[in-house]
Every structure is written in C-alpha cells, then in structure tokens.
C-alpha cells in the first residue's frame, strides 16, 4: 500500500506498475475524481429514479424537454483520418496475447477492453495498462516460455486501438482519494489518458474511446466534461478525444441524438450492443409482463424491437455525421468444416447491417475478420464509411422500440437451462481472472451472463409458463442449477474451483426478491 496527498494505492505490486502508478498518473486521476466523482453519484441516483418511473409509466419515451436538440441543425465532429473507416473491430481484454493478435488480425479498430471482457483483477486492471503503454509505442511483445512468440507484423497496417473504460456504475476499490474508492471508469481512462495522449497525437493518431453502459445523455455530457477537462489539465488540443457510445441500454435508445450532441466535439458515433440492450430491457421493465423475452437464442435482430433500434441507430447517426457500428459476431472458427452453418449466419448478420447502412461491425475472432471485410467491402467498395447515406426513409416511434411482446419465440425448459449453463460457465471463467470466455464455440463477456440471470429472474418474478406447461418456480431454477452443477463437475477438464462461488452467486443474482444491478458488482468483493 501506498499513499500521497489523499491517494492511496490498496493494490499490490504488478509487474511495472510503477511505470503506470506514478505519482504525477495518481494526481491527474484523483484531479478528475474530485472534480467529477460527486457528479457520477447524482447520476447513479437519476438512474433509480428513471426506473421507478418508467416501472410505473410502463414505458419509455423520448424527451420532451430536448425536443430543440432532435429538431436543431447540427453535426458531430468530422472524423479523424486514421479512424475514417471502421468497417471491421476486432474486440477483446487488454492481455498481452490478444493486444498483439488484435493489432495483427487486419482490422481496422481494435476495442481495447477493460470493461465487459475483462475480469477486474487489479493485476489486469494495471497491467492492462502497461500492455496500452507498449502497443500505443509499438514495442509490445510476449515471448511464452518453451513456446510461441508473439510481436508486431510489419506486413499489416496495425489495428487502432480504441479502449473501453469500465461504466459509471464501477468503483475500483484498489484506489482511494480522500478515504473514498475511485470512479473506476476515471481510473482506466485517466491513466491510458495520462500515459498516451500526447504519444498517439505525435504518432498521427488520438485518444480514442468506446463508453459502455449509458443511461442518459447527462451521463454523456459528463463524459463531455472529464474529456474537455482532461485535454486543458494536459494541453492536449481540444477535440482530440473521439468516443463512440455503445447504445446498450433501453433508456440510452431513447436519447440518442442527445448523446450525439453532448459529445458532438468528441463523437466517433454509436455502437449497437446486443446481448447488454436486452438485459437492460429486461432490468427497466423486470416487474411487467409486457416486457418479457422468450429464449434469449430466440431472440435476433430481425425481431421488430430490435430491428427499430438498430434502424434509429443508423438514422440518427447519418443524419448528424456520425458513425453507426453494428454488433458482435461472437462465433469461433473451428479448423474444420463443422462450422459452415456457423459461418453463413455471421455472413448474414454482417450483410444485413452494411445493407442497413452501418459504417462498420464487430467480430470477437481473427477467423471472422474476412468474413466482416467481405460483406462491407461488397457495400463501401473504395468509400471508408456510409455516413452520406442518411436514411431519410427510416422512422422510428418509441411504442416501435418498445414492441417486446411482438418478439417471436417460445419460453422453454432448454432456454431455462442454457441460461444456467452459460450463466454459471462465465462466473466460473471470471472468478478466475478471464473475463473473456470461450463457451460452447462463442466468445462470452459479461453481457451474455447477464442477459442469463436476468432472464431467469424475469420468468420466475412473473410466473411464466414454459412451452412444455412447466411453471418457472424456484425449486425448477434451483433443480437445473443444481443439475448444472453436477453436470459440469463431470465434465473433463472444466475448472471447478470457483464452481461453488460461482453456483452461490448466479443463485444470488438470479432469484434474490431485489434484482442486483449488475452481476459484476457482487463478483467483484470475491476477487483482490
């Protein structure tokens, strides 16, 4: 532990943490928690308070009180060169080994993840931070003993790195300013701010970011005010910092041009994020029926709630010069050909959305990067975007975004236990320090956990009943996942240490009266 002028370092030592933990980062990180701290409290509170009345409206709507930002005459930021085509990002943790594959795989971004992928250990959290130090340098490289090497091709154009703090809802108990944990989304952007702003600007590029898990478009303006402050406190030239928003969470769609107006300086456009958007409709309507899912497989883009969303997204981002970025393609190639029906699913997926107009999309795997490539390139041709195409026939209502019970699909005991299943293999992968995990051919993030439990929790607080005439009770949830448990501790090489935690909490999570949050939170007093 260590300690000065009102900072404290909880956390151990991690292998040249002292490069990143340096008095000067500490100062420039407590400076945006007192300037700023206070205000993200207020803002978790609005969250509550949202809830409570959308609960009681039984809907959501846009905002009559920014009714002049959505009808006004303006435009974003025009974007920087190096991030002018964004047809394929490749996402994953900042560990070393994927740093290096992702600035190698011939994508155009690389989602640097210190969020939803990465398991906030504080040894990831600071050592993400040297692996963003060396490869914004160009001088990362991970030699494995008795084994592979892994260093920079000279023969690709590297992949820009666009890093994802954690949300405003995290602490990051490791570091204290005057007694109180640290916004953690300050911490992981203040110090990859701190470090490399100034060194990105000298290399022809910029400080660029993916924000995660926004409410409102308060929560954008603030965001506004740490990048403005951050770039005076460093005399870096203002502007330098470009965000894109992941539109996941139901309220967010509501005000997306006022997010795109808060950050107009410092917009890089918005993302559509899948499996966190329906955990968040979930969480904003848990108590009604109207708003319930079936099988969460069952659910896809094309159902017409999902479809508005992504149809505004594209709209709205055109209509003020921003970028529009589509979703995860999670799959993982196999080597052999048992993947084929795998592979033209993500072919569809991705021709969809550069048909639909977004400037880009995401694939979690070097093997999908083709893929991706292929389906935009046959759309954009020599263009690096589609921003020109407006989309003037596309017209949203909010009772559109809001058409949940419209989704097809049944409610079954295999979605029951698919849900457990995948729900309690990703606890298990987290507990352990790997927030990324390969579960049955998908690469999973904390998303697809989430949208797991809170499903659960939403079929058994409304007494849903399955296809098969089953009656989603707590004893049914408490037998499949004492199944599960059983099951996986049969299953050949699967790590069990942490299968009773994660047991324990999934249970937690999933049927406890109060709904959590987020999942995140509770896993997060199991871990140093």
């Given at each position: 532990?260590?300690?000065?002028?009102?900072?404290?370092?909880?956390?151990?030592?991690?292998?040249?943490?002292?490069?990143?933990?340096?008095?000067?980062?500490?100062?420039?990180?407590?400076?945006?928690?007192?300037?700023?701290?206070?205000?993200?409290?207020?803002?978790?509170?609005?969250?509550?308070?949202?809830r409570a009345e959308a609960a009681e409206k039984g809907r959501l709507d846009f905002l009559e009180e920014t009714k002049h930002v959505r009808e006004g005459d303006w435009q974003v930021a025009a974007p920087p060169a190096d991030i002018a085509d964004r047809r394929v990002e490749i996402t994953g943790p900042t560990d070393r080994?994927?740093?290096?594959?992702?600035?190698?795989?011939?994508?155009?971004?690389?989602?640097?993840?210190?969020?939803?992928?990465?398991?906030?250990?504080?040894?990831?959290?600071?050592?993400?931070?040297?692996?963003?130090?060396?490869?914004?340098?160009?001088?990362?490289?991970?030699?494995?003993?008795?084994?592979?090497?892994?260093?920079?091709r000279d023969d690709v154009t590297h992949a820009v790195p666009l890093v994802r703090p954690r949300g405003w809802h995290f602490d990051e108990k490791h570091i204290e300013v005057d007694g109180k944990p640290v916004v953690a989304a300050l911490v992981d952007f203040g110090l990859h701010f701190f470090h490399n702003a100034r060194e990105l600007i000298n290399r022809g590029s910029g400080p660029y970011f993916y924000l995660p898990k926004m409410e409102s478009h308060l929560e954008a303006r603030l965001w506004n005010e740490v990048f403005t402050h951050a770039q005076k406190e460093l005399g870096i030239p203002h502007g330098s910092v470009r965000a894109t928003v992941l539109i996941e969470t139901y309220p967010a769609a509501f005000e997306m041009e006022e997010i795109l107006y808060e950050l107009r300086d410092h917009s890089a456009g918005l993302n559509a994020g899948r499996w966190d958007y329906l955990f968040s409709v979930i969480k904003t309507f848990r108590d009604s029926d109207k708003y319930v899912l079936p099988d969460r497989n069952a659910v896809t883009m094309t159902a017409p709630f999902m479809r508005a969303y992504t149809e505004l997204l594209v709209s709205t981002c055109h209509k003020r010069g921003a970028f529009a970025i589509g979703g995860m393609a999670a799959f993982i190639p196999t080597k052999d050909d048992s993947n084929a029906a795998a592979m033209e699913k993500v072919h569809a997926d991705k021709k969809r959305e550069a048909g639909d107009g977004f400037d880009g999309s995401w694939v979690a795997h070097p093997g999908l990067v083709p893929i991706c490539f292929e389906e935009?390139?046959?759309?954009?041709?020599?263009?690096?975007?589609?921003?020109?195409?407006?989309?003037?026939?596309?017209?949203?209502?909010?009772?559109?975004?809001?058409?949940?019970?419209?989704?097809?699909?049944?409610?079954?005991?295999?979605?029951?236990?698919?849900?457990?299943?995948?729900?309690?293999?990703?606890?298990?992968?987290?507990?352990?320090?790997?927030?990324?995990?390969?579960?049955?051919?998908?690469?999973?993030?904390?998303?697809?956990?989430?949208?797991?439990?809170?499903?659960?929790?939403?079929?058994?607080?409304?007494?849903?009943?399955?296809?098969?005439?089953?009656?989603?009770?707590?004893?049914?949830?408490?037998?499949?996942?004492?199944?599960?448990?059983?099951?996986?501790?049969?299953?050949?090489?699967?790590?069990?240490?942490?299968?009773?935690?994660?047991?324990?909490?999934?249970?937690?999570?999933?049927?406890?009266?109060?709904?959590?949050?987020?999942?995140?939170?509770?896993?997060y007093e199991q871990i140093d």
């Amino acid at each position: 532990m260590s300690e000065t002028a009102g900072v404290k370092v909880l956390g151990g030592a991690v292998e040249r943490g002292d490069e990143i933990l340096t008095a000067e980062a500490l100062q420039f990180v407590a400076g945006l928690q007192r300037a700023f701290g206070a205000r993200r409290d207020e803002l978790l509170e609005r969250r509550k308070q949202r809830r409570a009345e959308a609960a009681e409206k039984g809907r959501l709507d846009f905002l009559e009180e920014t009714k002049h930002v959505r009808e006004g005459d303006w435009q974003v930021a025009a974007p920087p060169a190096d991030i002018a085509d964004r047809r394929v990002e490749i996402t994953g943790p900042t560990d070393r080994k994927m740093a290096i594959n992702a600035l190698n795989s011939g994508a155009k971004i690389w989602l640097a993840d210190l969020e939803d992928a990465n398991t906030p250990h504080w040894d990831n959290v600071v050592s993400g931070q040297v692996n963003l130090y060396d490869l914004v340098r160009k001088q990362i490289e991970l030699h494995v003993p008795g084994g592979k090497s892994y260093t920079l091709r000279d023969d690709v154009t590297h992949a820009v790195p666009l890093v994802r703090p954690r949300g405003w809802h995290f602490d990051e108990k490791h570091i204290e300013v005057d007694g109180k944990p640290v916004v953690a989304a300050l911490v992981d952007f203040g110090l990859h701010f701190f470090h490399n702003a100034r060194e990105l600007i000298n290399r022809g590029s910029g400080p660029y970011f993916y924000l995660p898990k926004m409410e409102s478009h308060l929560e954008a303006r603030l965001w506004n005010e740490v990048f403005t402050h951050a770039q005076k406190e460093l005399g870096i030239p203002h502007g330098s910092v470009r965000a894109t928003v992941l539109i996941e969470t139901y309220p967010a769609a509501f005000e997306m041009e006022e997010i795109l107006y808060e950050l107009r300086d410092h917009s890089a456009g918005l993302n559509a994020g899948r499996w966190d958007y329906l955990f968040s409709v979930i969480k904003t309507f848990r108590d009604s029926d109207k708003y319930v899912l079936p099988d969460r497989n069952a659910v896809t883009m094309t159902a017409p709630f999902m479809r508005a969303y992504t149809e505004l997204l594209v709209s709205t981002c055109h209509k003020r010069g921003a970028f529009a970025i589509g979703g995860m393609a999670a799959f993982i190639p196999t080597k052999d050909d048992s993947n084929a029906a795998a592979m033209e699913k993500v072919h569809a997926d991705k021709k969809r959305e550069a048909g639909d107009g977004f400037d880009g999309s995401w694939v979690a795997h070097p093997g999908l990067v083709p893929i991706c490539f292929e389906e935009f390139d046959a759309v954009l041709g020599d263009k690096p975007n589609q921003i020109e195409r407006k989309r003037d026939d596309v017209t949203v209502t909010a009772d559109q975004l809001l058409a949940v019970s419209e989704t097809p699909g049944d409610k079954t005991i295999d979605g029951l236990r698919g849900a457990v299943d995948v729900g309690v293999r990703y606890i298990v992968s987290w507990l352990g320090g790997n927030g990324a995990a390969a579960i049955h051919n998908l690469m999973e993030d904390a998303a697809t956990a989430e949208i797991s439990r809170s499903q659960i929790w939403q079929w058994l607080h409304n007494n849903v009943q399955l296809a098969d005439g089953q009656t989603v009770t707590l004893e049914l949830v408490r037998e499949v996942l004492a199944d599960t448990e059983k099951a996986l501790r049969g299953e050949a090489g699967f790590p069990t240490e942490n299968l009773s935690s994660a047991v324990e909490l999934f249970e937690q999570v999933a049927v406890a009266d109060e709904f959590v949050d987020f999942l995140t939170l509770p896993a997060y007093e199991q871990i140093d």
